[in-house]
């Protein structure tokens, strides 16, 4: 394991839900990440959070919200989600950014039905 | 812009022969690099990282991965492949200090 948890695993919701994913560490770090993985497509970085502030969003839509509340925790609240937004949602972690490696978690697979 | 190309989809290599993975990028600055594999229905783990000094890095699980500058590359090497290598690696670039863009991923099976 990499120290990075997400929750769920697996979600399926409609398009009219509202959900959240979770992700923790308790590794120390201070920079968190959102990435989106899609069949056949790099990972498309998403939001960036060092320390606790956001430095990056990446023209992701509205219907992403990211929250940071603290160092170790990391949210993404989804809503009116579409079909295409279904793919692997991963997290990680890293020191501080500057060039350290970055720890991921196994990510959630969502579907949007 | 700051991009990484992973020109293959897909690697074979017989067990036991070297393998290489190709990657090239497209930085302003000096580049810091890394490698990251990803197996079935897991996150990504870290490999190996250039950010300065000697021109060959090496990582886990036997991996390295020499930087050429002058032509903008960042291959992935093992001098043996084993089976359970197969699985899906991703080359990334870092800029602006906290962001990781990945390459498009390249499959490496490895057949007995």
Redesign the interface.
């Known amino acids: 394991e990499?120290g990075?948890t997400?929750t769920p695993r697996h979600l399926v919701m409609g398009m009219t839900n509202k959900k959240s994913l979770k992700c923790e560490q308790h590794l120390g770090h201070n920079?968190m990440?959102w990435?989106k993985q899609s069949a056949?497509?790099?990972?498309e970085?998403m939001f960036?959070y060092?320390f606790k502030e956001q430095?990056?969003n990446n023209s992701v839509p509205s219907r992403f919200s990211p929250e940071c509340p603290n160092s170790s925790h990391l949210f993404l609240h989804l809503h009116t989600l579409q079909p295409e937004d279904s793919a692997l949602y991963?997290c990680?972690s890293?020191q501080?950014?500057?060039?350290t490696?970055?720890?991921?978690?196994?990510?959630t697979r969502l579907t949007v039905v | 812009a700051q991009s990484?190309a992973q020109p293959e989809d897909q690697v074979n290599v017989a067990e036991g022969n070297p393998l290489t993975v190709k990657c090239t990028y497209s930085v302003s600055g000096n580049p810091?690099l890394?490698w990251?594999v990803q197996y079935p229905?897991?996150?990504?783990?870290?490999l190996l990282?250039y950010?300065t000094g000697d021109n060959l890095v090496k990582g886990s699980y036997g991996f390295e991965a020499e930087f050429n500058k002058s032509q903008t590359s960042f291959h992935l090497k093992k001098p043996s492949a084993l089976v359970s290598d197969s699985a899906l690696y991703?080359c990334a670039v870092?800029y602006?200090?906290?962001?990781?863009?990945?390459?498009?991923?390249t499959r490496l099976q490895v057949f007995p």
């Open positions: 990499t990075v997400q920079a990440y990435y056949k497509k790099p990972l970085l960036v060092n430095t990056e991963l990680a890293s501080d950014g500057w060039g490696e970055a720890f991921f978690g196994q990510g | 990484v810091y890394f990251y229905n897991r996150g990504l783990q870290f990282k950010i991703f870092l602006n200090t906290d962001k990781l863009i990945f390459g498009t991923g």
